[in-house]
């Protein structure tokens, strides 16, 4: 396949940013700026059994592989569509049995390696980037991702050495993991439940900024890319890398410590939203400087905390969970206003916590607080905002809060209409759940 690029677009040399992507005709909001189909991809185990392995349709009647029986497909061509890939894992699940547990970036990079080996030409999703031209970022690594991708490496070998033969060099396997972390791509439904991890190069082509004029979304294992804000020729396209509920010193922690770069987007370097998204509690006499401080660096540490404790999904837990969220709430809530990004925060974490108990009241309750600060901190046509209106809507059917449920549901619509675009079938999904009622 030649290169042909992406019409609409060129890549060229952003000033500061290296290499990216430009427009060369006008965008509409709402209107695709380019599809990209996945180089390699991988659906998470969690999701085994819900949505198929090849496609990624979520279905009731899939049926699984004869041989690992862990592999599920909506049909025929969907299994020998995805035998190239699976046959690596099929092996092995089957040598191995329940001590089966490699990573999902160990996965995906097994599946990379397969695939470079039996492409000789540019593919489709390489129109305008090839894979071999990612960044690793290695020479600015810190000893602790170093150490993870180590852990990888020796996962890959462990699990699939006896699969792969001739597995790149030590160098050329840490070179590609440094590249699938900094340029891969997590797949998510419309409610942001993560579905799997894939490589898109094209779409690694453009660079963040916290203001974006397009969003991503996926209609199966291709990406979506479209304008949220009106695009002109000459302009660059700019996706975001990161959740943008944050302050602008929070977001330039985390695309620093994720991609190695000093965000200075016109959103941090003016922080126009950081007033808001760090409200401050109205008391008689207001927090010290130094007090507000301590208690984002301990909001920061309790984040980190519950990152790591929520894998473990047993009911007892979950309770210490929400728990641990309340008592966070609870602490902050002394000097942050309910609409402060890091009290937002832990609500959605004890909203989640909540829909995995069922207890759907409790769950409601946290969503009516949240949504109208997400709508406020996050840009237009937000994921976040149309998956919280999702989320609640859903909630107020189930509760047989009809009207409610109805208004939520239409506001997520108005939002996914431009971010998934009017044809997709979460669109669809959402539309005969909302005809439903009359």
Not at 130 to 149: A, I, P, V
Not at 393 to 407: A, D, F, P, S
């Amino acid at each position: 396949m030649k290169n042909e690029g992406i019409e609409g677009t060129e890549r060229f040399l952003s000033p500061d940013r290296g290499r990216g992507l430009r427009a060369v005709r006008h965008f509409a909001v709402g209107e695709l700026v380019f599809a990209c189909p996945s180089y390699s991809y991988v659906l998470t185990v969690n999701e085994r059994g819900a949505h198929c392995e090849n496609c990624f349709t979520r279905r009731e009647d899939l049926f699984k592989c004869g041989k690992c029986k862990q592999a599920y497909y909506c049909n025929v061509d969907c299994q020998r569509g995805d035998w190239p890939m699976h046959k690596l894992e099929c092996v092995a699940m089957c040598a191995y049995g329940e001590n089966w547990c490699p990573s999902e970036t160990v996965r995906l990079v097994a599946r990379l390696i397969m695939k470079q080996r039996v492409t000789t030409e540019r593919t489709p999703s390489e129109r305008l980037l090839l894979l071999k031209e990612f960044e690793s970022h290695l020479d600015k690594m810190d000893s602790e991702k170093e150490e993870m991708n180590q852990t990888d490496i020796a996962a890959l070998h462990h699990f699939y050495s006896k699969h792969i033969s001739d597995l790149p060099d030590e160098q050329a396997l840490t070179e590609l993991f440094a590249q699938v972390n900094c340029n891969g791509f997590t797949i998510e439904d419309e409610e942001l439940s993560h579905l799997g991890s894939a490589v898109f190069p094209d779409v690694a082509l453009m660079n963040h900024s916290c203001s974006p004029n397009v969003i991503v979304t996926y209609k199966g294992t291709v990406a979506e890319v479209r304008a949220v804000q009106e695009i002109n020729p000459g302009d660059e396209i700019f996706n975001s890398y990161i959740d943008l509920l944050y302050p602008t010193e929070d977001r330039r922690e985390r695309l620093l410590d994720s991609y190695f770069f000093t965000c200075q987007c016109t959103e941090c370097t003016s922080k126009s939203k950081d007033k808001e998204k760090m409200e401050i509690r109205k008391l008689n006499s207001p927090p010290e400087p130094e007090e507000i401080r301590s208690m984002v660096h301990y909001a920061k540490n309790v984040i980190e905390e519950f990152r790591r404790a929520k894998h473990y999904k047993n009911i007892l837990f979950l309770c210490e969970l929400l728990e641990m969220c309340e008592l966070s709430l609870e602490k902050m809530g002394a000097i942050f206003a309910d609409t402060n990004v890091y009290m937002l925060h832990m609500m959605y974490q004890a909203m989640g916590v909540c829909l995995y108990m069922q207890d759907w009241d409790g769950a409601m309750s946290y969503g009516e607080k949240i949504i109208h600060p997400y709508s406020v901190h996050y840009p237009a046509y937000s994921l976040n905002v149309a998956s919280m209106y999702l989320k609640l809507g859903r909630l107020y059917l189930g509760l047989e809060k009809k009207t409610q449920g109805v208004k939520a549901l239409k506001k997520a619509l108005a939002i996914m209409e431009v971010a998934h675009g009017k044809d997709h079938h979460y669109v669809a999904e959402v539309k005969r759940e909302i005809e439903e009622q009359k």
